[in-house]
Nanobody, 123 residues
Framework: QVQLVESGGGMVQAGGSLRLSCAASGRTFSTYAMGWFRQAPGKEREFVSAISWPGSSTLYANSVKDRFTISRDNAKNTVYLQMNSLKPEDTAVYYC????????????????WGQGTQVTVSS
């Protein structure tokens, strides 16, 4: 069993930065691919980024590539999402997720989800 708790959301002006964290409980954290999704009001949840369990492989949605960076610290059971050059269209609730494989996570097939953290980017 893995429990995920996100933090680091908030309000920022366009062009600013935020770093999201997702703290995981459970001794098996390091065996899971981890990732981030987001859901804006009135829209479907969408994939943002994923990282393999050893951290050697990462995936990004085209909309965030070159602006967002995912990383993980398996010793701290934490995954991060560094978000730079934020845009108003990045406004959403951001969810952390865990899956057995990066490919499955990319398709939204996840074993565990966090409760989400709000990110609001003002213009």
């Amino acid at each position: 069993q893995v429990q995920l708790v996100e933090s680091g959301g908030g309000m920022v002006q366009a062009g600013g930065s935020l770093r999201l964290s997702c703290a995981a409980s459970g001794r098996t954290f390091s065996t899971y691919a981890m990732g981030w999704f987001r859901q804006a009001p009135g829209k479907e949840r969408e994939f943002v980024s994923a990282i393999s369990w050893p951290g050697s492989s990462t995936l990004y949605a085209n909309s965030v590539k070159d602006r967002f960076t995912i990383s993980r610290d398996n010793a701290k059971n934490t995954v991060y999402l560094q978000m730079n050059s934020l845009k108003p269209e990045d406004t959403a609730v951001y969810y952390c997720a865990a899956s057995g494989r990066v490919g499955r996570l990319r398709e939204g097939v996840c074993d565990y989800w966090g409760q989400g953290t709000q990110v609001t980017v003002s213009s």
